[in-house]
C-alpha cells in the first residue's frame, strides 16, 4: 500500500514539476504581438516588413472604415471608410515596435493625407493603427523625432490611430509581389514610390527594407521569366518567335487603354493608335512613346524587315511596315504575347496614370 502511495506522489511532483516548466518557458517567452500601418498600396508596403528578422507574417486588409467584411472593389472604390493596410505579426524579442516605425515612416509621404504617390483617395491615406498605450507613445515620439529631423517642408500630418477591426484582403492580394512579380514591378515602378523615397531617404532608402522593383523598367533574370512567362510568350519576346494570326488575344481588342511590355512594363502603343489590318495581328499607326521602342534590320528571311523591340526589356515585338494608314503611313504589327493591355479605367491603379490624358 505504501509503495502505491510513494508512486502516487511521485507522479503527482513530476507533474507538478512539468506544469511549472511549462508556465516558466511561457512566462520567459515574450508573446508574439501585431502592429498595422497604412501606407497607400499595401502590395507595396509587404515586402519591407517581411525582410525584417523576426517578422512572423504580413498580412495585407482594410481598416479604419464602418463596413463589415469588404471587399477590395469596394474599398478601391471609395466610399467605406476603409483604407488599405498590413498587419505585421512579429516576435519582440527579435525586432522592437520602434524598428517597424522606422520602416514604414521610410516607405511613405507622410505630410500627404490625400493618399500615397499614384493611389489617391481616401483608401489610399497613411496612418499608424496602435492596439495598446504602449504602442501609441512609441509612435508619438517617432512622428515628433521625424518632425524636428528637419526632413521634409510640409507639416507630417499622418494620424496615430487606435486600431479597430482588421480585416484582410482577398487570397490573391497576399504577398502579390511573390505571386504576380512582372505586374508588381510593372505597378511599382510606375507608381512614383521610389523616386519619391530615395530622394528623401537617399542611400538610407536602399538599406532599410524598399524593393528594388522600382528601379525604371529593368529587365528580369531568365530563370525569372520561365517561371512566370508562358511559353508562348516566353518564346515571342526572348527567341523572336511569332504567334499564330488572328488566334491571339489583342487582334480584336477594341476597348480603350495601353498597351505595355509584357516583361517590363515599359508604356508602347495606346488603343487610339490601334487600327484593323486585316493581318490577324494587333496592328499600330505609330508607338506611344517612340523612346521605349527600338529599330532593327532583320534579314532573317528573304529580303530585309524592320524588327521591332522594346529598348528597356530588349523584347521582340513583332515588325513595322510602310503599309499603313494615315497620318504616318506605318503599320506597327505586334505579338500579342508581347504586350499587357491595361484599360483606361485601371491606369491609376496600375501606375500608369499620365496616360489617363489620352482617353478625356
Not at 78 to 93: C, F, K, L, R
Not at 234 to 256: I, L, M, R, S, W
Request: hydrophobic letters at 30%; glycine letters at 8%.
Amino acid at each position: 500500500m505504501m509503495e502505491k502511495i510513494v508512486s502516487h506522489i511521485f507522479l503527482v511532483s513530476l507533474a507538478l514539476t512539468f506544469l511549472l516548466s511549462v508556465q516558466t518557458r511561457a512566462c520567459a517567452e515574450p508573446a508574439v504581438q501585431k502592429a498595422t500601418f497604412a501606407g497607400g498600396c499595401f502590395w507595396c508596403m509587404e515586402p519591407p516588413f517581411e525582410k525584417l528578422d523576426g517578422v512572423i507574417e504580413v498580412i495585407s486588409g482594410y481598416i479604419g472604415g464602418t463596413k463589415e467584411n469588404p471587399t477590395y472593389h469596394q474599398v478601391s472604390g471609395g466610399g467605406t471608410g476603409h483604407a488599405e493596410a498590413i498587419q505585421v505579426v512579429y516576435d519582440p524579442s527579435k525586432v522592437t515596435y520602434q524598428q517597424l516605425l522606422e520602416v514604414f515612416w521610410e516607405q511613405i509621404d507622410p505630410t500627404d493625407i490625400e493618399g500615397q504617390f499614384v493611389d489617391r483617395g481616401d483608401q489610399y491615406r497613411p496612418a499608424i493603427f496602435y492596439y495598446d498605450e504602449d504602442q501609441k507613445r512609441l509612435a508619438e515620439e517617432s512622428r515628433k523625432a521625424l518632425e524636428k529631423s528637419g526632413r521634409y517642408d510640409r507639416p507630417i500630418v499622418t494620424p496615430i490611430l487606435k486600431a479597430t477591426q482588421f480585416y484582410p484582403a482577398e487570397e490573391y492580394h497576399q504577398d502579390y509581389y511573390k505571386k504576380e512579380p512582372l505586374r508588381y514591378k510593372m505597378y511599382r515602378s510606375n507608381s512614383g514610390r521610389d523616386p519619391y523615397l530615395k530622394k528623401v531617404w537617399g542611400a538610407a532608402h536602399e538599406t532599410k527594407g524598399s524593393d528594388p522593383a522600382g528601379k525604371g523598367h529593368e529587365k528580369p533574370s531568365k530563370e525569372e521569366l520561365q517561371r512566370t512567362l508562358t511559353p508562348l510568350q516566353y518564346h515571342v519576346t526572348q527567341e523572336n518567335g511569332t504567334e499564330a494570326p488572328f488566334q491571339n488575344d489583342y487582334c480584336n481588342n477594341k476597348k480603350d487603354g495601353i498597351y505595355v511590355d509584357i516583361v517590363t512594363g515599359e508604356p508602347l502603343f495606346s488603343s487610339r493608335d490601334k487600327f484593323d489590318s486585316g493581318t490577324g495581328w494587333p496592328s499600330f499607326t505609330k508607338p506611344m512613346e517612340s523612346d521605349h521602342i527600338v529599330e532593327n534590320e532583320d534579314r532573317s528571311l528573304s529580303g530585309v524587315r524592320t524588327e521591332v523591340r522594346s529598348k528597356d526589356g530588349d523584347s521582340h515585338l513583332g515588325h513595322v511596315f510602310p503599309d499603313g494608314p494615315t497620318p504616318t503611313g506605318l503599320r506597327y504589327c505586334i505579338n500579342s504575347a508581347s504586350l499587357r493591355f491595361i484599360p483606361k479605367e485601371d491606369l491609376d491603379k496600375e501606375g500608369y496614370g499620365r496616360f489617363k490624358s489620352l482617353f478625356e
